[in-house]
């Protein structure tokens, strides 16, 4: 009887130590370790660090704004500083099935063809749609965090400039491209299953956006064939995805200027039932759907639950590498995502960081920062420099 | 092959074959993959999946976790079992909390645990614990009180103490009962951890494979890591069964 | 002849009472009795009339109302080893080998292993069963268990041995056996024996004494001398003749007074 107890008082020392021991130091001795805590996503995190439980984060936009506006954190490297250089790179895009392409490539291109418009919209107009996007995502009620309440129009004000909404494919965003789809590979990249041959797979489909840029001088649309099913959308609740909702909110300016909108249908205020009208007539009726991850989006698409979505790009990647059967048409929003530490911290530098870094792994201390999870965006950009910089990222 | 094993055979066989025909029928890895492919996932369970590890690796994390949660329950539970089986004043005292604290699911207490012990294994064993302590608790309570009266009584008459009771009619009297609790809160405690593991915070284990290959749409690797865990979950059960039969069985006896 | 008798056993005016205030039931009323060395003593009565209570209290594991029970001059206040006892139903913890549950109270006192194992395969050979020591309890019959049950108590060497109906749940031809063995038992050991039991024969055939217990409140309705030489036999006209008596004892209603069945000669 005593020997039982015994054993098994033997057996939990063993596993407690066998769990301290399970993320087992193997930074080699010239490398910087620090810890990731995958969040799982972005929403916990101003939380885990106002609690001290992590010594700062990685995240993308409001989450860096947030910080700043609320005092928990301090937005220090943006991620188009990060090593080794991502200027221009992309985060949000436009998805479309193979399926839809292939049945209503005409519906497609008008799309983009509004997304465009939608986009230079919202880089022509910063205040007005920041108010756009503060009123979807947030009623225009205020973030709390603990016992702080922050209007949710100053987040986003204070997030706006961080994004760059763009649709163009330019070089640095070429560039960019590249070295996530390398990433990307590198991770996905696994000996079971079979090989996937990853040089050979085709992530892009020009064709909408030429149809689309070749509208714009004479402001003329391809009325497209109409669709009988109802077209599902998905897409993210964060600030990127400001052109959807200005394309939305603002249908009238759009109808009547260029001949082409997303009318809601009722007058909710997060309409998701829409009518895509182009010059006048209603080529498809479109519902709107949210999903908490970018992967979630293109995982629903792959199921043929979604036809298009705006979602992060490395989940695209990832996706379409992994065999889903959708491509991407166009880039909707780049940049936007950084770093934040403590508000007494004194990063200011991606090199700062490194610095710091290389210092508390010597000390044994090493930092514990917030990661929203493997082949995120963000998460792909910071390994990426973590591996130019010497840094090693372990599993906290 | 004789005809009993025949008629175990006949159902999974059955499943298997709709499986692949369906599968087949749906054509999408995204909604229901080959077996094939799951196959070849359960095949090479040291590989590493995605970058999130390896089955065996995310395996050995849930254990771990189970088994410290399943251990810390077992310590509490069996004393106070024990204790309240054998003084009716200490059952009266528990068993308002007891009977209201019990139903309530294990999961239900993430978000408290979350905030009073943080991210971190403690939060984690301590919704395990908490799922394996109410079965053991009860059962060892049942065990100490089914203690027949008899065997107390013959005891007493040498001349006995409460401890020398304890130890020579009580515990191993009530030992068979206290083993199933066991086998069923373990049970309960492996359902905790794959949950468990399910929500943030976590970046191992067989719960985070899951949710992690389902990101990336690899339903085989979702599927593969389900049959992973009932497999872990059978192997264990067999286990405290035939601790019981060797042991314990004289219990109908 | 007559032994010289010492007192061992004495039951000074016990009561028992269960229940309080309206739902108070007297079961038990002014027991007085002795059991003396070397003594067989049975304790008969109608169902219900508390005997088994009596005899718990008498082992200590129920505390009598009002009145004391001695033991060599001393309160027997709690259980202990200087009483044994063997139960209705055997009573032998069923994880345990039969050497190891004749063993157990050994154990508790500390005895080594050598003397202990000498002790416990002489009581086991007394009741034959040495051959039976590794094997469990499940794997004996009725009987045997009995067997078991009372080496078990006999290893501690108690003053006294208490038995509960001890063969009521066995079979008649074990029960003949058994209450042989009990008396060969006894004539070796010279162990004082007090039984409980439900059979008039079998009180007759055994005992050296019946105490007759009257029901609601119980109470001593007689005492009774057995004075048949031994081996007793159950188809002499002298047994029947007390059988009847007794029988008609528990029936009727006489005042308590103490008698003495066959032979001649005051108690």
Redesign the interface.
């Known amino acids: 009887?005593f020997r039982i107890f015994a054993s098994?008082i033997l057996?939990?020392i063993f596993?407690?130590d066998?769990?301290s021991s399970?993320q087992s130091l193997s930074a080699t001795e010239t490398q910087a370790k620090v810890e990731?805590?995958?969040?799982?996503?972005v929403n916990?995190m101003p939380m885990?660090l106002a609690?001290g439980?992590i010594d700062g984060y990685f995240a993308w936009q409001p989450c860096l704004s947030i910080a700043e506006k609320s005092g928990i954190g301090k937005s220090v490297v943006p991620s188009k500083d990060f090593p080794p250089g991502w200027q221009d790179h992309p985060c949000c895009i436009l998805v479309a099935s193979n399926r839809l392409l292939d049945d209503h490539l005409d519906l497609v291109s008008a799309f983009s063809y509004l997304n465009i418009l939608a986009v230079q919209w919202v880089r022509e107009n910063p205040k007005a749609s920041t108010e756009i996007a503060a009123d979807w995502l947030m009623g225009s009620r205020n973030y709390t965090l603990g016992e702080s309440a922050i209007p949710s129009q100053e987040v986003f004000e204070d997030s706006r400039p961080t994004l760059v909404f763009s649709t163009e494919p330019n070089d640095a965003w070429r560039r960019s491209m590249d070295g996530l789809i390398a990433q990307m590979i590198s991770?996905?990249d696994?000996?079971?299953?079979?090989q996937i041959d990853f040089q050979n797979i085709s992530l892009f489909d020009p064709r909408p956006y030429s149809t689309a840029r070749a509208m714009i001088p004479s402001g003329k649309i391809i009325s497209p064939r109409p669709m009988q099913q109802r077209l599902l959308i998905g897409y993210l609740m964060i600030d990127h995805q400001a052109p959807l909702f200005a394309a939305v909110k603002n249908w009238k300016y759009f109808n009547d200027r260029y001949g082409i909108a997303l009318k809601p249908q009722g007058d909710a205020n997060r309409p998701s039932m829409l009518d895509l009208v182009v010059e006048g007539e209603k080529v498809a009726e479109v519902e709107l759907v949210t999903a908490p991850?970018g992967?979630?989006l293109?995982?629903l698409m792959?199921?043929?639950c979604l036809d298009m979505a705006y979602c992060g790009i490395t989940?695209a990647i990832?996706?379409i590498l992994?065999?889903?059967e959708d491509k991407i048409i166009l880039p909707v929003q780049n940049e936007g995502s950084g770093l934040v530490l403590q508000p007494d911290s004194n990063v200011r530098s991606w090199e700062d960081f490194v610095a710091l870094a290389r210092d508390r792994s010597a000390k044994g201390r090493p930092l514990k920062l917030g990661d929203p999870?493997?082949?995120t965006i963000t998460d792909v950009i910071l390994q990426a420099a973590f591996n130019e910089s010497g840094i090693q990222g372990v599993?906290? | 092959m004789n005809r009993r094993t025949l008629l175990k055979l006949v159902i999974p066989l059955a499943i298997i074959m709709l499986w692949e025909a369906l599968s087949i029928f749906i054509h999408n890895q995204f909604i229901l993959p080959n077996i094939r492919s799951v196959l070849q996932v359960l095949l090479s369970p040291g590989t590493d999946i995605m970058g999130s590890g390896s089955l065996i690796e995310n395996a050995l994390m849930s254990l771990q976790r189970v088994g410290l949660g399943f251990l810390v329950a077992t310590c509490l539970a069996v004393p106070l079992g024990v204790a309240m089986g054998r003084w009716e004043p200490l059952k009266e005292a528990f068993d308002g909390i007891v009977s209201a604290l019990r139903p309530v699911p294990p999961l239900a207490w993430v978000p408290l645990a979350l905030a009073w012990l943080k991210i971190g294994l403690a939060s984690i064993v301590f919704i395990i614990a908490l799922g394996a302590f109410f079965p053991v608790l009860l059962n060892t309570m049942q065990g100490v009180r089914g203690v027949k009266k008899n065997w107390i009584e013959a005891i007493t008459m040498m001349g006995a103490k409460e401890h020398d009771l304890m130890v020579r009619v009580i515990l191993p009297a009530a030992a068979p009962e206290i083993w199933t609790g066991m086998r069923i809160g373990f049970g309960i405690a492996w359902m905790c951890v794959v949950a468990a593991e399910m929500l943030p915070g976590t970046s191992t284990g067989l719960g985070y494979l899951i949710m992690y290959a389902y990101s990336w749409g690899q339903i085989q690797v979702v599927m593969a890591g389900m049959i992973a865990i009932g497999f872990i979950g059978i192997i264990i059960d067999r286990f405290f069964v035939s601790v019981e039969r060797r042991w314990l069985s004289w219990r109908g006896l | 002849m007559e032994r010289s008798v010492t007192m061992m056993l004495q039951l000074q005016n016990v009561s028992k009472e269960f229940g309080s205030g309206k739902s108070r039931v007297r079961t038990l009323q002014d027991i007085n009795f002795e059991v003396n060395d070397g003594e067989i003593v049975a304790i008969l009565g109608p169902s219900g009339c508390g005997k088994t209570t009596l005899l718990r209290i008498i082992a200590g594991l129920e505390k009598p109302s009002s009145g004391d029970v001695l033991l060599d001059g001393e309160k027997v206040e709690q259980p202990g080893p200087q009483l044994g006892m063997v139960f209705q139903e055997h009573a032998l913890l069923p994880w345990l080998s039969v050497h190891r549950n004749v063993s157990v109270g050994l154990e508790m006192r500390g005895i080594p292993q050598e003397e202990t194992r000498g002790r416990v395969m002489q009581y086991l050979s007394m009741v034959g069963l040495s051959d039976s020591a590794e094997r469990f309890p499940h794997e004996l019959s009725g009987g045997m268990r009995q067997r078991v049950a009372v080496a078990r108590a006999l290893t501690l060497e108690p003053k006294l041995l208490l038995m509960d109906e001890p063969f009521s749940a066995l079979d008649f031809q074990t029960r003949r056996q058994i209450q042989q063995d009990i008396l060969q038992v006894q004539e070796r050991t010279g162990k004082a024996i007090l039984m409980v039991t439900h059979s008039i024969e079998e009180a007759i055939y055994l005992a050296d004494r019946l105490v007759l217990l009257s029901s609601r409140p119980g109470m001593v309705r007689e005492v009774l001398k057995i004075d048949l030489d031994r081996p007793r036999d159950r188809a002499s006209p002298l047994f029947l003749k007390s059988l009847n008596y007794v029988l008609n004892c528990l029936n009727a209603s006489v005042a308590p007074e103490s008698r003495k069945i066959g032979g001649t000669g005051a108690n």
């Open positions: 009887m098994m057996l939990g596993l407690c066998a769990g399970a990731l805590l995958y969040c799982k996503g916990l885990l609690t439980q991770l996905l696994t000996s079971t299953g079979d991850t992967q979630t293109m995982t792959n199921q043929g989940p990832g996706s992994l065999g889903g999870d493997l082949g599993k906290a």
